[in-house]
Each structure stands twice: as C-alpha cells, then as structure tokens.
C-alpha cells in the first residue's frame, strides 16, 4: 500500500516507521525542508494548498491521512474527491475549532468545562462574569502545546489576553480543579471494528506533555473506553483518534480530540503488540486491527528543547529512546523514551522513571505524579 501523509513531523516519520514492516511505503507533503519525515519516504516540500503537489500526492497514493488537525482543510477536500483520505474531513472539521468540538461534546452527552464563545471584548467580560474566574481563553483553532491560550485569574487580565490572542475568535473555559489528566487512544477499521488502548496519565510543564504513564487496570478505563466510543460511531471515523479527559473525582470531563496519533501513545511502540501507529495504518489501509491489550506497564517521557546525553538515558534499565532528528529548539519536541516495566530490572519502575525524569529536565515532576505502584 502507498499511504499519503500531510506533513511531515515526528507523527509522520514514526508512522512510517511502523509502515515498514508492514509494505507500507510513504509519501509526505510537507512545506518544511527540514521535514523529520524524509527520510523515511519521499517527500515534496511544498505549501500544502499547492495543486501540483497535491496533483502528485494523489496520483502517487492509495489512501492519505494527515499527522496534525491544523492542515488547511480546503487542501483534504480537495485530496478527498481524489482518493479515500481517513480520518475524513468531517473528522477533520469536528476537531479543529474548539468550539465546534465541544459543542459536539456536549450534543452527545460527554461532560465538558463550562463554556462560552469569545468574539469581541464585550463577550469576555460577560463570559468572565458567567463563568467566573479563573477561567482559560483559547483561540478556537490553531492552538497546540499550549500555544494560544491565556489564563485569566483577575478581571484585569481580561483585556491584556484578549489582545495578547490577537481579537481572533475564542473559547473561554472554566479552569477544571482536575485530580488527574487522562487521555485514550482508540482505532476504528474501515468495518467499524474498534480497539481501545488502556488510558494514559499526563503530565504537562508549561503547556507541553512531558509524561505520559500508562497502568493497567485503571478504574477510569471503561468510562473512557464508552466516551471515545461515542465519537468515533458519530463521525463513522476510521483511523486512530485520541481524546484528552480531566478527570475531578470520579467524573470525566472531556477537554479535547486528537483525529491522529497521539504524544501520549507513544509507549504502544514497545508495550503494546500493535502500535497506535500500526494499527493507523491498518485502519486507513481497509486491514483489521491489531490487539492493544499491553504487555506491561510503560512511561514516555518526552525531551523538549534538547536532547539528554544519550548514554544517560541508555544506563537506565527498560529505557528505549527515540531521537526524531529535529533541531534543538526551546520548547520543540525532538524525541522521547519509553521506559517498560521489564521484570528483572535492577531498579522498580519508580526509580527508574524519576531517573529518567531528572536526566530530561524535569527533575520535580515525580513529586506530582500519583502513587506509583
Ligand atoms: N479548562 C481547563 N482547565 C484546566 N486546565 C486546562 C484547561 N484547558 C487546558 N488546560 C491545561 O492546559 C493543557 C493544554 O490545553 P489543551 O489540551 O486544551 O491545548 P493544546 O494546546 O491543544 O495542548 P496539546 O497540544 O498539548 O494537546 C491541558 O493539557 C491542561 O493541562
Ligand atoms: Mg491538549
């Protein structure tokens, strides 16, 4: 099969990787030369609304997906009278404006943050008064990383934040006093068969995952697993979908969808016996999934900004790192580790994760995560 991908970042580049084995070949249309993608499959760095190279994109492919929700959608329309592209741009559309997406949330029952739409000033002092404070203001598109948002704790940061976000369109939202944050990963097949990985904890510093730790038999599992179902039967979606949950007591509230892999499955590489990224594939691709049942407790831990000394990620037992071949850049996402619970490790997982923790620079972040086992 020859799979078509729009851009070509890291999601793009491990797809590909998991494509290998499998006969999968790649073709990227991406705009950036730097493109981490490359060299996993040819890629044509050109502007994504670019006709010839959408021309060439679809002649070339049997399917096309994308690796992030903010490729112009005009471009996947064109490209969809072409050939099947997965998820569809109605998933596309679903997901983009954060607006659009939790109002959908909310018409299929899924709890949300309280919620008002910010077109002017005027609108976010009175959301501000029917919310209260503190609250978040979100551009509804475009945002990722924690890019395009502000929180707002005083009246007086209103007016600041509306014109710091651009007097672009917004979503405020009630800030969740959250216990954790929880994201599921599901795939649906061209038939309608869906696998669901067990949920993921997420630990975020300044906007940007850092952790991610998956356990088995989390007590959240079956309420995720019934909420993500709930999307993918509406948006008949095919492909991996993500959604991002906070959970307050014993309630899940959803915050966002992901119509792609996910940062947060990254650990389904080495734990799971098919991939988040394989089993994209194998949705888009009309093959059947595989079983996503893990073969044992894993973390990612993300490197931002820089990569950790190799040989101090490696002397950590059950540690696999993966480098994207991106340049360095504060706040960038150039690679991450899993670290499996392999047994007969010199060290429990604990340890070793606070090690890793530290030698990615984030060395206080174990304080926060809940009661390792
Ligand atoms: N309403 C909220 N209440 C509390 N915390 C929030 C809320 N919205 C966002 N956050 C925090 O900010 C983080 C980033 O927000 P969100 O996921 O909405 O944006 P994003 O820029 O798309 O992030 P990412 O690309 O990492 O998924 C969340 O993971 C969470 O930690
Ligand atoms: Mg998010």
């Known amino acids: ?20 084995p499998m006969g999968v070949s790649c073709m990227f249309l991406s705009p950036d030369p730097q493109a ?9 760095c ?8 959408q021309h060439r994109l679809a002649e070339w492919a049997d399917v096309i997906t994308y690796e992030f929700e903010n490729v112009p959608e005009a471009a996947v329309a064109v490209l969809e009278r072409r050939r099947p592209v997965y998820p569809s741009s109605l998933a596309l559309a679903a997901s983009r404006d954060r607006l659009v997406e939790k109002d959908r949330f909310r018409a299929l029952g899924l709890a ?20 209260g404070l503190p609250a978040i203001l979100k551009t509804r598109v475009q945002g990722y990383d924690g890019k395009g948002q502000r929180v707002l704790r005083h009246s007086t940061d209103l007016q600041a934040a509306w ?28 038939t309608g068969d869906t696998v669901h990985y067990p949920v993921s904890e997420n630990y975020h510093r300044e906007g940007v995952l850092r952790l991610s730790l998956s356990r088995a038999g989390d007590a959240m599992q079956p309420e995720a697993e019934a909420l993500i179902s709930r999307l993918l039967r509406d948006l008949d979606y095919v492909g991996v979908l993500a959604l991002e949950l906070f959970q307050v007591g014993d309630r899940l509230l959803a915050n966002e969808m992901a119509p792609r892999v996910h940062n947060s499955g990254h650990w389904t590489i080495e734990a799971a016996p098919t991939s988040q990224f394989e089993n994209h594939l194998r949705a888009i691709c009309g093959l059947s999934l595989g079983p996503t049942t893990p073969i044992q407790q894993a973390a990612t831990v993300n490197f931002i900004g820089r990569l950790p000394a190799e040989a101090a990620i490696t002397a950590v037992a059950g540690a696999i790192p993966h480098v994207y071949g991106k340049a360095e850049r504060p706040g960038r996402k150039v690679g991450h580790v899993t670290l499996l619970d392999t047994p007969g490790a010199p060290e429990p997982f604990e340890r070793r ?21």
């Open 1 to 20: 099969m020859k799979v078509g991908i729009l851009g070509g970042g890291q999601l793009a580049r491990m797809l590909a990787q998991a494509g290998g």
């Open 36 to 44: 981490c993608a490359k060299p996993f499959g040819e890629h044509l």
């Open 46 to 53: 050109v502007a994504y609304d670019d006709p010839d190279g």
């Open 112 to 131: 949300t943050a309280e919620f008002r739409a910010v077109d002017s000033l005027a609108d976010l002092i009175d959301g501000a008064a029917e919310i």
């Open 163 to 190: 014109e710091r976000l651009g007097h672009v369109p917004c979503i405020l939202e009630s800030m969740v006093p959250f216990d954790r944050e929880l994201s599921i990963i599901a795939a649906r097949s061209r």
């Open 353 to 373: 994760l606070t090690r890793l923790l530290d030698v990615t620079g984030v060395p206080d972040l174990h304080y926060s995560v809940t009661a390792i086992p």
